[in-house]
């Protein structure tokens, strides 16, 4: 009687349990059939109700095609999304004053004083070069030993010129005051001392700006001049001497006859701005507009915001060494700077065609010139300066002129024949090898006239082509028109889950009692 009683109380326990398993299966099942009863989405209420197995097929069949088309639709919105894609919007904006931009202005010709004609004779002599031919550039040593490339040559010159004294860089050419006949801004004559500036062009030689937010006299910042309306008569008007030399073999290393004008940004750097060739015995107009590029940074577009020299995700030497050219950061500066570096390491001189660096010497000798040459094919032929771009950001915003170019013949023969009887241009005559007459007026003198069409700017941005808001709706409405779920139907969900782990956490806290029999 005793066995019996025990082997009773022992399957009493497990039949307890199971009994409290089956209890709390049916607790969840209830709690999971009464979610799907009253879910917003469709399918599963459906499925459940429908007694008839050929309705419940269909429902079935729908419920599944359904989703997989949900989150194909779902996966193409999210992969539409990663693409970055942008939005391009060009806005036109009126500006009244607008400032006025920096224009820099080179004679063509690398010298054209007494002193600078010497200095380049001499440094063509020392070279061994008495014969300036004119072929190709890629072929710089294909000459005999007095005989130079026009490239080798201008190019040998130039670094001589970059290396000598500010002193004397100033001696090679003619002041603005020398050749500025005729200068009006805005209806109001030109303030010389104020309104210019020598500049030394790395690559042009002497040349003078206008309007570069520095007085030209004292080197103190002003306030950059602005144009309140449009045509000629309120931008820029002047007449310049375009001075030739021809007595000398120095003059044959340039190849060009004229005026180069670059216009810019007063912080932008003169070095990475293409000219305008503009040819004498002509009137010139350009018409100026203004654009402004606001790309997406990373990772919309391969550029940044906020380049500083204090930014820590941008660490490298030629980066934070392009601040110090005093100047905007520009991307073309910095990489310039990688190749100025790339020329000092093969040649052990700089180049004059990029911005100077680590103090090193500029190269002097016609060898010297060769190496430049040589490395910059290899350089470019080779596609080695793509790896520059890791050092050197692109910068998100820019501003840029466009310029529309047209000229007529100047001066008239009326003009001509007053020009060729004015005392200035007399004294101007006597330091060139010309005979001053009526006809010759023509070969020296440039008219510009650099003014706005009209005072509206043109900003290009971007915004993103799809956005968190965005993609948040596609799925959204991508849920709700194929399964007609919306965000509640994923707290009802929730709901469901909490309360399961309730049923579940609430029989393991109480055990079932069990009571022996007497």
Not at 131 to 145: A, K
Not at 445 to 465: A, C, G, K, M, R
Not at 492 to 506: C, D, G, N, P, R
């Amino acid at each position: 009687m005793t066995l019996k009683r025990s082997e009773e109380s022992q399957r009493d326990p497990k039949q307890a349990e199971r009994e409290r398993k089956r209890k709390r299966n049916g607790e969840i099942k209830q709690t999971l059939y009464e979610a799907t009863q009253s879910t917003t989405a469709h399918g599963l209420p459906n499925i459940f109700r429908c007694e008839n197995i050929l309705l419940k097929l269909m429902w079935i069949v729908c419920t599944i095609g359904s989703t997989y088309y949900c989150i194909y639709s779902i996966v193409q919105s999210v992969n539409a999304y990663f693409q970055w894609g942008v939005v391009t919007q060009i806005q036109t904006f009126y500006e009244n004053p607008t400032e006025y931009p920096t224009i820099t202005m080179c004679n063509a010709n690398l010298v054209t004083t007494y002193d600078g004609l010497e200095f380049v004779s001499q440094v063509l002599k020392n070279n061994s070069i008495d014969d300036v031919r004119y072929t190709n550039l890629l072929q710089p040593y294909e000459m005999n030993q007095q005989g130079a490339n026009v490239y080798t040559a201008r190019l040998l010159t130039l670094s001589n010129m970059n290396a000598a004294s500010d002193e004397q860089k100033k001696s090679f050419g003619y002041t603005h005051h020398f050749v500025m006949s005729v200068c009006m801004f805005g209806n109001n004559v030109c303030d010389m001392d104020r309104d210019f500036r020598y500049y030394f062009h790395q690559e042009y030689g002497t040349c003078f700006q206008f309007n570069s937010g520095r007085n030209g006299s004292s080197g103190e910042h002003i306030e950059p001049l602005s144009s309140s309306s449009t045509g000629k008569r309120f931008g820029l008007n002047a007449m310049i001497f375009v001075v030739y030399p021809l007595a000398y073999l120095s003059s044959s290393v340039s190849t060009d006859y004229g005026l180069y004008v670059l216009v810019h940004n007063r912080t932008e750097s003169p070095l990475s701005t293409k000219y305008i060739a503009v040819s004498p015995g002509t009137s010139t107009n350009i018409v100026l507009s203004k654009t402004f590029h606001k790309k997406l940074p990373d990772p919309y577009n391969d550029c940044h915001d906020n380049l500083t020299p204090q930014s820590k995700r941008f660490t490298s030497f030629f980066y934070r060494k392009t601040f110090e050219l005093g100047y905007e950061y520009k991307q073309r500066d910095c990489l310039n700077l990688c190749v100025q570096d790339y020329i000092i390491n093969a040649c052990n001189c700089s180049s004059p065609l990029q911005p100077p660096l680590y103090n090193v010497p500029f190269c002097k000798t016609r060898d010297d010139i060769g190496c430049i040459f040589l490395n910059l094919f290899m350089l470019y032929y080779t596609r080695a300066d793509s790896s520059f771009t890791d050092y050197c950001p692109m910068e998100c915003s820019s501003t840029k002129y466009d310029l529309t170019v047209s000229s007529t013949l100047f001066p008239s023969p009326e003009n001509s024949a007053m020009i060729a009887n004015d005392t200035r241009t007399k004294e101007r005559y006597q330091y060139t090898n010309k005979t001053l007459t009526a006809e010759s007026v023509r070969e020296n003198y440039v008219w510009l006239n650099i003014y706005f069409d009209d005072l509206q700017y043109t900003l290009i941005s971007e915004s993103p082509q799809q956005t968190d808001l965005d993609l948040m709706s596609n799925v959204g409405g991508t849920l709700g028109l194929y399964l007609g779920v919306s965000f509640l139907s994923f707290v009802e969900l929730f709901e469901a889950f909490f309360q399961t782990l309730i049923i579940v956490f609430k029989n393991r806290k109480q055990p079932p009692k069990i009571q022996s029999k007497a």
